[in-house]
């Protein structure tokens, strides 16, 4: 069991972004979340593209405009920082792009929606990470205008939109987020696995296991 020797946080916390690619299976490395979660990072050149915050912004300011025309309420990034300790006391940090607050009477009656906007291409990950957001903004008290869980939605720059209904959060779903959310606890991290997302992961320098090619060993048969 490898030990990359870092500074312990106070108390675990788990990001949003960080469970996305564990719960499609871009990854298979519960070691990257237990260490993520219980520990600090090293330092990393992770600077984000000014042309990036610049198309991002202008995306999130685009789809509020267009509920903000129909007379909905929308909230932006930061208002809608949410925290959440789940059942397994591990606390979730997330900050979803929108969120528009539902409209609990009349005709235009509606449930609230959580976006979030991507500048970049379609991945599998993307839906995982909104499902994430509507639970949380579901069980969020410092949000207000959500009484029950919300659709989701994610909106790309070249104008697809997916839509995410409510009932896609399905037992089997919570199951999946509170399994990796119960890794974080162990008191001994599980075995790093090895694979393609090492070249991304925030430990790739110091972890003695990091192989971007995964199992590299090539085996020989006369059966086939």
Known sequence: MPNLRLNRRDEPFVRVTWLPPLLVGDTACDFMLHQLANFYAPKSDDTIPETWIEDHNRLVNRIADQYQQLGRTVRIEYENRIEIVSKTGVKVVGKPDLLVEEVSSGPEQSRGLVIDAKTGAQRLKDRAQVKLYMM???????????????????????????????????????????????????????????????????FKEICPSASEDGHSVIDKTDDF
């Open 136 to 202: 949380m903004a579901k069980a969020a008290q410092s949000i207000s205008g959500i009484s029950q869980m919300p659709d989701g939605q994610l909106v790309y720059k070249d104008g697809t939109i997916i839509d995410i209904p409510h009932s896609d959060i399905t037992l089997e779903f919570k199951e999946s987020v509170t399994r990796l959310l119960r890794i974080v606890n162990y008191t001994d991290p599980p075995d790093p696995r090895p694979g393609p997302f090492c070249r991304i992961c925030k």
